[in-house]
T-cell receptor, first 111, second 113 residues
Framework: TQLLEQSPQFLSIQEGENLTVYCNSS?????LQWYRQEPGEGPVLLVT?????EVKKLKRLTFQFGDARKDSSLHITAAQPGDTGLYLC???????????FGPGTRLSVLP | NAGVMQNPRHLVRRRGQEARLRCSPV?????VYWYRQLPEEGLKFMVY????????ESGMPKERFSAEFPKEGPSILRIQQVVRGDSAAYFC???????????FGSGTRLTVV
């Protein structure tokens, strides 16, 4: 069973601060995704990373996939209240057709 | 139909009744996944289907739960003889390739009373 851990579990910061959340596993993933989920809604895909060491930027969000494809990080610059939500990482094992989700990091950005 | 449509959004059932959850995938998507989410927890994989076939049901309880994705019509997740522990949000997702990202629906929130 592949398990994903995410840290921190909860994070509360002021608007304008920077933050990094982490996704770790002992398993190698063929690809890894980050989602954001708002209360009462389904997760929304932010990014997919597939290559070890890959870095992707999406406006103020920077995603990094570890060289060994076992871990990933999400860095948010100058956080805004609209960034509030549950951030989930999900990994697909090599040859796998479905994704295993981590428990998520619940981010609260205060104005 | 720009996204994944799930209905109903909220479903209340008494213990012992049946719950039927429907999911219409993004047009053109042939891969459908069902996940369950308990409050303050992540998503737990239940089942992966392609048209008329169950590909992986390793996350679905062996009893009372079943899923289908017929040639025509939506995917259905059926829970028979519901118990209070079945109360959760059930999310459906679809994809075109099965590998590079899902589109999720807004979920069905099942409450068993």
């Amino acid at each position: 069973t592949q398990l994903l851990e995410q840290s921190p579990q909860f994070l509360s910061i002021q608007e304008g601060e920077n933050l990094t959340v982490y996704c770790n596993s002992s398993s190698v993933f063929s690809s890894l995704q980050w989602y954001r989920q708002e209360p009462g809604e389904g997760p929304v895909l932010l990014v997919t990373v597939v290559t070890g060491g890959e870095v992707k930027k999406l406006k103020r969000l920077t995603f990094q996939f570890g060289d060994a494809r076992k871990d990933s990080s999400l860095h948010i610059t100058a956080a805004q209240p609209g960034d509030t939500g549950l951030y989930l990482c999900a990994g697909a094992t090599t040859g796998g057709q479905n994704f295993v989700f981590g428990p998520g990091t619940r981010l609260s950005v205060l104005p | 139909n720009a996204g994944v449509m799930q209905n109903p959004r909220h479903l209340v059932r008494r213990r012992g009744q049946e719950a039927r959850l429907r999911c219409s995938p993004v047009k053109g998507h042939s891969h459908v996944y069902w996940y369950r989410q308990l409050p303050e927890e992540g998503l737990k994989f239940m089942v992966y289907l392609q048209k008329e076939n169950i590909i992986d049901e390793s996350g679905m309880p062996k009893e009372r739960f079943s899923a289908e994705f017929p040639k025509e019509g939506p995917s259905i997740l059926r829970i028979q003889q519901v118990v209070r522990g079945d109360s959760a949000a059930y999310f459906c997702a679809s994809s075109s390739t099965g590998s590079y990202g899902y589109t999720f629906g807004s979920g069905t929130r099942l409450t068993v009373v």
